[in-house]
């Protein structure tokens, strides 16, 4: 039978629908003669003239009906429900028409009433039956020859997305998964089946299923639930020792851009010790929407996934800048490829240089610019101030003189959790960007908005300690933590996007946002959690060593300064905080400074500058001897 199937279905031509409407007219006018047998019983020859002439009239009938309808154009081995339904209102309504046409021949030719609906009846079962037996037929042939033996699978979750992705792989056997029931808490699941497969019990019942059910890896598909949970059913998992992955968001299976391809290794997003923050942005498509919008720093982690966000509300144009030459190519071949209609520039070139800047907007004229360009680096930049100054300060200067001069009408600069209470070059860096938003934001007249963004620690971002994560845990260790208790924010880079989405949608000039992140994580921590997502146990399978702080580094980071002026908007966990505390008399005078230090390259004389513009700064002792050594005259 499993060969006599995979010679059918291997026919690839015309022939192929052709002998699927052969078939389908048989059958259906096969159930014409055995209506009249089930009907008349021992009676059947008395009737047996119209059975005849109802059966070749019909046999017509329904060979039209069939190529009018398209019934034969049925993919038989991957039917389903809505294929199912279209044969039941073609054959009722044929049955009905044929009702009609033998109540109006009654006279002449006598058949009984009830023989089209019984006709009806058994064609809706011949053709239904030949479309799922050969459904079965090729799902057997495909799972025997299927080369990887079949992975017994529970699934965690018997909801939307649980069931989706069984029903992905019954009716793909030859991914080699093979579903053996689920597990869920919700009390009214229990005891209750789902295409055929029982919900076993609760996820605490997952150590006691694996091992009575020979399960061979647990899979998640609670895509809603919060970090807290993931972990809870990954510590059960690991103590019963068997594998687990998790599936993506419902709705990107219902929107088909998932399959069983795309079941993932949990990530380190999943293990947020938060839930994740979900931002309103209802106003956005107001303020991006046929406008020309321009991304600086637009290869980088935030600054592409920006620009992946905004081209789904429709830009007018989009012009992207980044001096990283690969980089820029990279990200120009992904737009191409994913979004073909969209009307984007990209442009190699550098925020620090103000005549490049100049003929951009010129040419350009953006009405909405994000900069995300600058050094995020902490020890590099203590080891080359100079260039944290020229780059971090001076772009953006340069950047709001443009912002300014062409009438932009909303900018939002990004800046960091780093810039609270400096202790580093790189913070302080970003701390004198945000006093230039302001500064630049009482220039702006109506209609304008000039705010900064404070980020904390973006996961997996360009730089970030999850890849080196991954890769030190790739090699099988060490796992590289600076300090026990050194402890971080988190954020995701979806979140990081959206606050600065959010930030230019408020349209509240002059303000810094800061996305409240709930509590800091140790980085140990972190550290001990991506070493058991990658099915190890930390101390035991990988080691994790303890380096010490790195120059320009805290132990903790803070989100808002001392000073009040932090307050709540109208979005839940989006914080404003209105003043910064720049030195307005002095400023000036000083940025011309610092920005003449930068250009000679004076590392004392930046520090210097930097604790008289901001006076929290706390510079690293040490490297303030090695400059001081370094030019000392």
Not at 135 to 144: F, M, N, T, V
Not at 441 to 461: C, H, I, M, W, Y
Not at 563 to 592: C, M, R, W
Request: charged share 25%.
């Amino acid at each position: 039978m499993t060969r006599l199937f995979k010679q059918f279905w291997k026919l690839r031509s015309s022939n192929y629908v052709n002998i699927k409407f052969i078939l389908d007219t048989a059958l259906w006018t096969l159930a014409a003669p055995l209506a009249f047998l089930l009907r008349l019983e021992e009676n059947f020859g008395t009737f047996l003239q119209a059975a005849i002439v109802y059966t070749i009239v019909g046999a017509v009938i329904k060979a039209v009906v069939i190529k009018y309808y398209g019934l034969h154009r049925q993919s038989w081995h991957k039917v389903g429900v809505k294929d199912l339904y279209r044969i039941i209102c073609v054959v009722g309504l044929t049955a009905l028409v044929s009702l009609a046409l033998a109540s109006l021949v009654n006279p002449i030719l006598r058949i009984p009433r009830s023989v089209p609906l019984i006709d009806g009846g058994l064609g809706l079962l011949t053709l239904s039956f030949a479309r799922l037996a050969t459904r079965l037929g090729y799902e057997q042939s495909a799972l025997a020859q299927s080369n990887r033996p079949s992975r017994r699978i529970l699934i965690i979750g018997a909801g939307e997305a649980g069931t989706l992705i069984a029903r992905e792989m019954i009716r793909h056997p030859e991914a080699g998964l093979r579903p053996i029931g689920f597990l869920d808490d919700e009390p009214s699941k229990r005891r209750e089946s789902y295409l055929g497969l029982p919900v076993l019990g609760v996820i605490d019942d997952l150590p006691k299923i694996i091992k009575v059910n020979q399960i061979d890896e647990v899979l998640i598909a609670m895509p809603s639930i919060s970090g807290a949970a993931i972990r809870r059913i990954i510590d059960i998992a690991r103590q019963a020792k068997s594998p687990y992955r998790i599936i993506p968001g419902v709705f990107d299976i219902l929107s088909g851009h998932v399959s069983l391809s795309n079941i993932r290794e949990v990530r380190v997003e999943d293990l947020l010790r938060r839930e994740p923050v979900q931002l309103n942005l209802e106003e956005i498509a107001a303020y991006l929407q046929d406008r020309v919008v321009l991304v600086t720093g637009a290869c980088g982690s935030i600054g592409s996934e920006i620009v992946r966000q905004v081209l789904t509300y429709k830009p007018k144009h989009l012009v992207l800048l980044d001096r990283n030459e690969n980089a820029v190519y990279l990200l120009e071949r992904e737009l191409q490829n994913s979004h073909p209609q969209a009307c984007f520039s990209t442009i190699i070139g550098d925020v620090r240089r103000r005549d490049k800047l100049d003929r951009i907007f010129q040419a350009h004229r953006p009405n909405v610019v994000f900069h995300a360009a600058a050094y995020k680096h902490v020890p590099l930049m203590e080891a080359h101030p100079d260039e944290a100054i020229l780059n971090n300060v001076g772009g953006t200067r340069n950047l709001l003189d443009m912002a300014l001069a062409y009438n932009v009408e909303r900018l939002v600069n990004i800046s960091t959790d780093k810039a609270v209470n400096p202790t580093s070059i790189m913070g302080s860096s970003k701390r004198i960007a945000e006093y230039l938003v302001e500064q630049a934001a009482e220039k702006t007249g109506p209609g304008q908005s000039f705010v900064s963004v404070r980020f904390g620690n973006v996961l997996d971002s360009n730089g970030s300690v999850v890849p080196i994560f991954k890769e030190q845990i790739r090699r099988g260790g060490p796992v590289t933590v600076t300090h026990p208790d050194m402890t971080r924010y988190f954020m995701s880079i979806p979140e990081a996007t959206q606050l600065v989405l959010q930030a230019a949608g408020l349209g509240e000039s002059k303000a810094i946002y800061i996305l409240d992140m709930g509590e800091p994580v140790k980085i140990v921590d972190l550290a001990r959690d991506m070493i058991r997502l990658s099915g190890f146990e930390p101390e035991v399978d990988i080691p994790i060593q303890f380096m010490g702080k790195r120059p320009g580094e805290k132990l903790f980071e803070e989100l808002r300064a001392a000073e009040p002026g932090t307050t709540e908007t109208k979005y839940d966990k989006i914080l404003v905080l209105h003043k910064n505390g720049a030195n307005q008399q002095d400023f000036v005078s000083q940025l011309e400074a610092l920005m003449s230090a930068g250009q000679s390259g004076n590392h004392v004389e930046i520090r210097s500058l930097i604790k008289q513009m901001i006076p929290s700064y706390q510079p690293n002792s040490e490297q303030l001897e090695a400059d001081e050594e370094i030019f000392r005259v």
